[in-house]
């Protein structure tokens, strides 16, 4: 089969040797730094030379200016500006995966999903390297690729999709994300896999002693096309010979074998690292939205976050209450899990503060011991909510939220009024009403701190929850 290429590549050249030379702009992705010779074959047969600069996928959309040709791994961050080219021709493509450690394969399961990873990143059970999705195209993808598992929408991101609680988890186990992650990644004993395109993980093997194994979440993968993009309409028929070049046979099959990125001409052979199934392709967002959204969670993450539980053990609680109170933390799994660097405070109260416990996770034991805090027996009589809310307040420490769950009326301690004459716009607080707890009084905390209440009646206590812990 290479042979026959060769031979087909010498009959391209023959043919197009008498072209006169010209030479092109091109603003390319950083990973296409491996076509040199590729492009060196083609400044050959068709006396074009492609001049190219690289940059991330995400700053290059930012501005094609000064370039008479894009190739980018996607034209998707140029549609959401309205700046695409309107002449685009994909040239070959490439999955966003995952590339993990032959002694981790095992803890994120056979053919894990995007949520699976996520789950072992929040208990410090896989860490990994990734693109900076500022900057990389591939950082990105693997940002969409978990939120829109956790949206379960089964459509494409929409911003109210996006949440803040649900990326945590996932980014928790991040050990770096840089413009150049493969070659950190060499760099580095202490991570256990690498986020990357299927494409940057294959060429990466070739160097290492112990190969990645390449894992395909089930749950769906962001394919990266490669469309190189006429720029300057001027430049319409060199264009042309250019894909020409490229999308025949001899050259898909260069390509293929010299980067490991799947060819778009399906005549081509392709190695069997080439042939894994895919699955399904998720959507692109489509709504500029989305992707500040994603950007804004991912800048928030790491550690340092706290989140605080102010919570109702008056007797009025027993029974039913209680019950589904602690069926919410028990349940706090996947992406929802409280996560590795998180600081969790537990304030349990009737009349008075009852116990106040904080724990910062690390590992498994931690969560354990949250559960063992929400599993007291110890209900009293009377609810002083503005008393033990004021408490939770003052153990707030850098970026909170804090969680208020009552099902009662205020009948210790101060008032609602006496609460708010002092300023609560610093700590957002979203109460969880249930039972018989005042609507209008629980409303007035929420709005003046800017936080929001969600009615327990109206959704699961486990489902509220999950919509209120994370990020403003």
């Not at 695409?84 to 070959?92: F, G, K, N, R, T």
């Not at 945590?168 to 990644?185: I, W």
């Not at 967002?285 to 959204?293: A, G, H, Y």
């Not at 002092?422 to 003046?448: C, H, K, N, W, Y």
Request: glycine share 8%.
């Amino acid at each position: 089969m290479r042979v026959l290429a060769a031979v087909l590549l010498l009959l391209l050249t023959a043919c197009t040797s008498s072209t006169p030379p010209v030479r092109l702009k091109v603003l390319a992705s950083t990973e296409l730094a491996d076509l040199g010779p590729v492009l060196a074959e083609l400044k050959k047969a068709t006396g074009v030379e492609l001049a190219v600069e690289h940059r991330g996928t995400v700053e290059a959309s930012r501005s094609l200016d000064g370039f008479d040709l894009a190739w980018l791994s996607t034209n998707r961050f140029l549609r959401l500006r309205g700046a695409e080219p309107e002449l685009a021709a994909s040239i070959m493509t490439s999955p966003v995966v995952l590339g993990v450690k032959r002694g981790k394969r095992a803890v994120l399961g056979e053919r894990p999903t995007w949520a699976d990873v996520a789950d072992r990143a929040a208990l410090g059970q896989f860490r990994y390297g990734m693109a900076d999705p500022r900057v990389s195209g591939g950082g990105m993808a693997a940002l969409i690729g978990v939120a829109t598992a956790a949206a379960g929408t089964g459509a494409p991101l929409r911003p109210e999709d996006v949440s803040c609680d649900r990326l945590q988890g996932f980014l928790s186990g991040r050990a770096f994300d840089v413009p150049d992650p493969v070659a950190e990644f060499a760099r580095r004993s202490d991570v256990d896999g690498l986020v990357a395109h299927e494409s940057e993980l294959l060429s990466l093997n070739a160097s290492l002693p112990e190969p990645l194994e390449i894992v395909y979440p089930r749950d769906g993968i962001v394919l990266s096309d490669y469309p190189l993009m006429l720029v300057k309409p001027e430049h319409r028929a060199v264009y042309d010979r250019v894909v020409e070049w490229l999308r025949a046979p001899a050259a898909q099959q260069m390509i293929a074998d010299r980067t490991w990125r799947r060819p778009v001409e399906p005549s081509v052979q392709r190695n069997e690292k080439l042939r894994a199934d895919l699955g399904t392709a998720l959507y692109f967002p489509d709504r500029p939205e989305v992707i500040d959204r994603l950007l804004l969670f991912h800048d928030r993450a790491g550690e340092g976050r706290q989140v605080v539980f102010v919570l109702d053990y008056s007797t009025s609680m027993r029974g039913p209450r209680l019950a589904g109170l602690r069926e919410a933390f028990a349940s706090l799994n996947g992406f929802d899990r409280f996560y590795v660097g998180e600081t969790v405070t537990i304030v349990r109260f009737a009349g008075t503060v009852l116990e106040e416990r904080s724990i910062t996770v690390r590992g498994r034991e931690d969560l354990d011991a949250l559960l063992a805090v929400v599993a007291s027996e110890d209900l009293r009589d009377n609810t002083a909510i503005w008393a033990a809310l004021e408490r939770g307040l003052q153990l707030a420490r850098g970026e909170t939220a804090v969680v208020l769950m009552t099902d009662g009326e205020n009948n210790a301690g101060p008032s609602v009024d006496e609460f708010l004459r002092v300023g609560r716009g610093e700590v957002p607080v979203f109460p969880i009403r249930f039972g018989e707890a005042s609507t209008a009084e629980l409303d007035r905390v929420a709005q003046a701190s800017g936080g929001r209440l969600v009615e327990a009646g109206a959704k699961s206590l486990l489902e509220a929850v999950r919509e209120i812990r994370g990020c403003r």
